[in-house]
């Protein structure tokens, strides 16, 4: 797959002819106009900075603090490869436009000790890793960040998958033993990753957290998913819940929800694009596929409904649906979803989606769904919240 780029092809509008009659103007009438014209557009340069910097400081305030987590690794097809106890501390420094946010990755190391308690850390080791700072600068140019503020939910992406190398390698490995080759059952991602995406959604009912990210290969497929489940609290460190059973990962998502759903522009600025109200169906029929129906009624003054129907095959952690879009289940009442081939999306001049859906009550869930043009450029977020009914 060709490297993505950050250009945006934009279809315009053809200009209306311009009128021959010109109209002279005093060089007061003209002066003044200008003027209020000038004012108007620093008014707005203003009004729009000061939306950029408020949601600037929502986000630090929204990240900051002292988390405990456990990450995990699993394969494309949703198998857990390994976990790994960390801590991450997140502070900030300056103000307004100068805002940045600071945050410090401590993976612990393995350790000959038996106990498995978890919760007296103390004497434990821990590798320690500086996470690029997040300021202005680097939301929109680095980030492409779409966050939703009273929702507690973000996307954004990295342009290295060097912190995940790091976690995996210090996690697993540790600092005595880079000599060595990749355990079993570890796989380091892979170190020009066409795309990292992190969709982080907040619990509606503790002060947790649940931060998933998919890393694709330069080939545009699935390279392996992340998840750091963390809890801001100087307590034990939350676990994802087992599933038992493989094939029962599908379970808590069937039946039918209800909710609604907020698009932003990527970009600190955040602005909505669209709303809508949606419903979703998962139903197994007889032959044991996944049916998956979608309604969505937008708002707006022309109120338009669409559907999409598909069917899916199951094998096992792996749901691959009709047109190449799979979703990949995972402990905890969570799954991911993403094209089967993104490159194949691009090489057909279609936009394809990232998505991460959390049901942390059997009667309510969250997904964050972010979109990518053709070049690989995140254009919009959209935020779901549904109800079983």
Not at 116 to 132: H, M, N, Q, R
């Amino acid at each position: 797959m060709a490297s993505f780029h950050c250009s945006l092809s934009l279809s315009l509008p053809s200009l209306p002819k311009l009128s021959t009659t010109v109209r002279f103007f005093s060089s007061s009438t003209q002066t003044s106009r200008i003027r209020a014209s000038s004012s108007s557009t620093s008014t707005l340069e203003e009004d729009a900075a000061a939306m950029s910097i408020d949601n600037l400081r929502r986000f630090i305030n929204l990240n900051k603090g002292k988390w405990n987590g456990s990450f995990y690794q699993f394969d494309s097809r949703g198998n857990m490869l390994q976990q790994v106890t960390t801590k991450l501390s997140a502070s900030s420094y300056g103000e307004d436009e100068l805002m940045s946010l600071i945050q410090t990755l401590y993976i612990k190391q393995p350790s000959s000790s038996t106990s498995t308690s978890g919760d007296d850390d103390s004497d434990d080791e821990w590798a320690e890793y500086k996470i690029k700072e997040t300021n202005m600068f680097t939301v929109d140019k680095y980030q492409q960040i779409g966050f939703f503020p009273s929702e507690r939910a973000f996307a954004l992406r990295y342009q290295t998958a060097g912190m995940l190398d790091t976690v995996l390698r210090q996690g697993v490995l540790g600092e005595d033993d880079t000599g060595e080759e990749s355990p079993r059952n570890l796989k380091l991602p892979s170190r020009r990753p066409s795309i990292v995406c992190e969709n982080c959604l907040y619990s509606l009912q503790r002060d947790m957290r649940a931060r998933a990210f998919h890393i694709l290969e330069p080939k545009g497929t699935v390279d392996m998913l992340l998840l750091f489940l963390e809890e801001r609290t100087d307590g034990s460190h939350p676990l994802l819940e087992s599933s038992g059973d493989m094939k029962s990962r599908i379970t808590p998502f069937i039946g039918k929800w209800k909710g609604h759903s907020m698009t932003k522009r990527s970009g600190v600025y955040g602005s909505t694009i669209a709303e809508a109200d949606t419903v979703v169906l998962h139903e197994m029929d007889s032959n044991g596929q996944l049916i998956q129906d979608v309604t969505s009624t937008s708002h707006g003054e022309n109120v338009t409904t669409t559907n999409v129907h598909w069917t899916g095959a199951i094998s096992e952690n792996l749901v691959t649906f009709d047109g190449g879009y799979q979703m990949i289940l995972l402990p905890g009442g969570m799954y991911m979803g993403c094209p089967y081939d993104v490159a194949k999306s691009a090489a057909q001049s279609k936009s394809f989606h990232l998505e991460f859906c959390w049901l942390e009550t059997p009667d309510k869930r969250q997904r964050l769904v972010r979109t990518y043009d053709v070049e690989g450029l995140a254009v919009s977020s959209t935020y779901f919240l549904e109800t079983r009914l």
